[in-house]
């Protein structure tokens, strides 16, 4: 298993632009699919973005396609989330994790979760 650490959130104007980082501690980083999810006020954390462990694949959901970019770096145990044209929706606490993947299909997440890190996209 893998324990993962976030930063890199901040407050951001709507339009802007950020990039998360996610750190995770554990020998077996490389061999495991990794994603982002978020958790808004009052609502269930929801799926992001997810790659595979060598990075050839990539899946978004749909209100963040375009705009979101995961990325990974094994050398360095970590997985990075590049945000563009922020909107006040994308306000919320971002984690990531490891997830299941089988038959080039993203499944469920494999905890442990991290603390996350805060995003706020406001004026």
């Known amino acids: 298993q893998v324990q993962p650490v976030e930063s890199g959130g901040r407050l951001v104007q709507p339009g802007g632009s950020l990039r998360l980082s996610c750190v995770a501690s554990?020998?077996?980083?490389?061999?495991?699919?990794m994603a982002w999810y978020r958790q808004a006020p009052g609502q269930e954390r929801s799926f992001v973005a997810a790659?595979?462990?060598?990075?050839?694949?990539?899946y978004y959901a749909d209100h963040v396609k375009g705009r979101f970019i995961i990325t990974r770096e094994n050398t360095k145990n970590t997985v990075y989330l590049q945000m563009n044209n922020l909107k006040a929706e994308d306000t919320a606490i971002y984690f990531c994790?490891?997830?299941?993947?089988?038959?080039?299909?993203?499944?469920?997440?494999?905890?442990?979760w991290g603390q996350g890190t805060q995003v706020t996209v406001s004026s």
């Open positions: 994790t490891a997830v299941e993947y089988t038959d080039y299909i993203f499944g469920e997440p494999r905890p442990p």
């Open positions: 554990g020998r077996a980083f490389s061999r495991y699919a």
């Open positions: 790659i595979d462990w060598n990075s050839v694949r990539t």
